[in-house]
């Protein structure tokens, strides 16, 4: 498949081998490892296939294609070198079409058609009918077609607005000629006001500099005499000032001895208390010495008993082993080695005999034993238990002794702590005293200081407020579209709701109404070279209220709009509408909350007395009712000063009992460290009363299990022995009788004499030595323990004198300190008394000097005033003169920025300056100097080189200036101005008329342009789309026409002899290209379905009938079918078998290649492909069937 495909054309992404050098075989398996790379030169280079083609007229043609080890291609015709073009013209001459693969379906091309979508398969065709090789061109043409019918209805819409404009531009023409004519009238009106104005403001100001010059003289006087009067009242303070800082050191020294004093006392009381202690430990030091002297005596006399008692056993064992016979204890008979053998069996013989007795006598010995052990056990036991309980009774004792001592030290703890309480208690009742006064003169001394700030206060605004609303009044004058202040501009309806009103309004209450934005920005600038404060400006044109909600109107009985209670002229509704809003006026604070909480509505409310409920919810109390302004005078000032520091000493007084009454704080910690004390106490009783309780549980303990043990029965014992006695006569008997013949021999009466003769005194001795050693045992181990016992009394005792001795030398020195302290605190209290009769000198003297101080304060204070006073009227001329340079300068600016010429004596306005000259002048001339006073220059500077000629100006326009000649000057330019505001017209119509006709001709030449290159395109396109049309129409209606056939072919059966039905269609019949084609097939006997609901073979088998009918359009003369039979099934590979062997001829040619015998073996030849493993290549073998019979 791979040569087929190769030699035709195919391009090698299609192919097993990606690359065309992949495909020249190199039998590399042949070559050794590691053999030279000289081989690799012998291996081939190129490869080549050659398919030889029989045509209609018999002829063969040769078509060979070559590939090299570069992966380059050649091509031949009937070996003949040839271009790759005529090569591929040579394949379509015969009909077979490379690009469209109509002579072949390559291995899973039946899958993958079966499963394509209309889409591909619209795509499939176009690639058959050749209509894709048409699709760049269509698309090419049809992006034109569309810019060249945007562009002509661009240049048409273009055509239509040139027209309008010159049309519009017609008519304001002649509405620029009328406006014009009204501008020139009203500048004339302009020029004639501002030289009414500009005489009288010169008038004035001539008037205004004379009056200055005469206040002058008289603020200079009294300004010298005030500063005299400085001077004397400066030095009064400095006096004052050593005195107070001479008393002020007094009472530091004062407050200082006290501070020490009371620092002192806790630490004399400290050691007070510390001898008590040492005293109350040295008594009871004292008395446990005493019980363990005694302890020890009796100690003492216990391990010189025990002593005795070892001595005396040492006398009886030195006189039992001098008892002891020195003679041989293996005394008697000897016996020979013959008697000793009888011996021996004789000892076996009464063993045998006697064996029961012996061992009954084996066991009473063990009972004996186990017996007197425990007799010696049980009285050890008793011995121990008694001295314990000794031990307990004395540890009792002493606990006892230990309890009586704390009682003792509780009882006076507990008087000492009572004490101090009683004292505290007075202590804290002398504080709470203190307190209130405290509190009651902090209350007078505040409502003082109110009245003080108020009456100041009140002076200092009364002085604000006058400037500036005498700077309101001359912005009023040099600008008209200032109309003043909200708060003047509007009144409640009704009394009482000023305060809710004035709340409502909140810091827009003095804000400044103006026409516009200019005006507000040329007041700010005023007011800032004035400084005269801040303001807020609320410019008419540009207010954006919001609109009222009337349903708030209604909401709540009680509740009405803020705008509905405020009575203003009309021109101001905006004004009051964008400061109020939607904010309610309640009557009561309950109404406010039903609308904010309950009803949840988002608005400010306030109540008539001021309070206020935010949108946020926040409650805040509003505005209060404006208090009517107190008039001070200077004595009741005075008196007001007077109560102030009388307050204040009281409060000094008050301030240093409390700095000295850390007593109280002293009680207190005594208290709280003696109560310390007792619960230390008491839980030292209480640890020791469980001490006792412990120590009293285990002698009970003692004496019960004492009484538990059993004490041992003698009889017992004597039982035993008895026992042993008589079981000892049965075995002595058997004795005798065994051992009659051989005690004859040996001379004995009795076999027992002689072993008592032989081994008795030797187990005696070593008995009573065992019974001594056991003696000495016992008394020396108990001698040890006493012995300890007392060691640790000795020790104990030893320790007691020494801390007697060690709290001896220290109470002797505790006693030493507390006369010390004594003594430091006999001599601070001297120095007090010292330093408070000089603190008495010392405020007498300060008191004389503040009366002095005060007397010329007062005198300052009115000369001070006196000044003030001739400033204030210098500051107001002062200010008057600059309203007049200020309006003078605003009036030459306004024609210098608006370009008015004014007529001139002398001068032009080229001379006068603007905001900006004189800013780049002062940038200029003084760049590095920092300047706090009002710009001079900018004030001052109408000291230019002009005299304005008024000769225009009739006498009674020289004479009058009142308000009513500025209001008819500003009513008549304001009308003319309503006239020129409503005319609106374009100015520069008349320059644009001219260029917008020659526009309008450039514009239609466009347009010709445009609808011609339109029709042209549209012309183009319309052919390569009727074109592309047939071609593809051409190839869907003969596939459509063929495709029910060859699937009824490939269906039919013996049950369904008419077979299935498939058929095509468009969903775009007008290009159908650009659309979808569908493709239906139903099988025999199945009711219509997708094609993705068929099954394998049913899709396969459609599959197959659309590439049969699709290669019926322009057939090649072969068909090669890689293993389209993969998926069908024995019946289905028949059906496609008939159909090939049907449709094969002479002149139409099927190679399939298939692996299914029920298809190959019904066809006419048959090749087979194989490997020679000799060659490590392929062969080929090939068979005709045709030349055997069917079978």
Known sequence: MDAISFVLGINSAQLRSH???????????????????NIDSRLPRRAFVTLVYENAQKREVKFTRIVTSAGESEYRINDK?????????ALVKENILVKAKNFLVFQGDVESVANQNPADLTKLIEQISGSLELKEEYDRLKLEQERAAESSSHAYNRKRGVQAEIKQYQEQKQEAEAFERLVQERRDHVVRYLLWKLYHVEAKQRELESDANARQIKSDDAGKLHFELENAFKDARKEQALVHRERTTKELNIKKLKKNIEGVNPESMSLQEKMDHLRNRLEQTKKSGERLKRDTGNQELVVQNLEKGLQNLERAVQEYEATVPDANLSGGPQLSIDQLRVYEQLKQQVSLQAAAEQQQVQDLERQRKMELENVNRITSKLEELNARKTQLLEEQAQLNDQGHSLTADGESLT?????????????????????????????????????LMEARVGQRENEKDTKFRECLATMKQMWPGLHGRLVDLCRPTQGKYENAVATALGRNLDAIVVDDQKTAIDCINYMREQRVGTATFLPLSTLEPRPINDRYRSIARGARLAVDVINCEKKYENVVHFTCGNTMICDTLQIARHICYTLKEDVKAVTVDGTVIHRTGLITGGRTADQPQTKWKNSDVDALVRTRDALLNELNELSKHKRMGSAEESARSDCSGLEAQLAVLKEEYTTLERRALGVQDEINHLEREMAEIETPRPERLDELIAAIAETNKTIKQVEDQVFAEFCGEIGVDSIRDYEALRFGASQEVTQRRAEFAAQRSRLETQLAFER?????????LSKLEATYHEDSETLKQTGQSAVDLQARLEKMRADIATYTNDLAKCSEEEENMQKRVDELRRELEAKGRDVEAYLKEMNLCDAEIEKVHAARTALFRKCKIEDIELPMIRGTMDSVLTNDDVSSTQNGSSMDVDNDEPSQLSIRTTDWEVEVDYSTLTTAERRDSSHERDAQFREELKRRGNEIEEMAPNLKAIDRLEGVEQRLDEVEEDYSAARRAAKRAASEFEKIKQQRYATFYDAYSHIAGQIDRIYKDLTSNESCPEGGTAYLSLDNLEEPYLGNVKYHAMPPMKRFRDMDMLSGGEKSVAALALLFAIHSYQPAPFFVLDEVDAALDTLNVEKIASYIRQNASDTFQFIVISLKNALYEKAESLVGIYRDQGNNSSRTLTLKLDEYGTA
């Not at 070198?81 to 013209?89: L, T």
């Not at 300890?788 to 104990?796: G, K, N, V, Y």
């Open 19 to 37: 690359t065309l050098k992949d495909m020249i075989y190199r039998p590399s398996a042949l070559r050794p490892q590691g053999q030279s790379t």
């Open 81 to 89: 070198h040839v271009p790759h073009s005529v090569y591929n013209a």
């Open 415 to 451: 008087a000492k702590l009572q004490l101090r309480q009683q004292e505290l208690a007075a202590l804290e009742s002398e504080r709470i005293q203190t307190h209130k006064r405290e509190v009651e003169l902090n209350e007078r001394l505040q409502a003082t200081l109110n009245k």
């Open 788 to 796: 300890e016992q007392l060691s640790d009394l000795q020790a104990r």
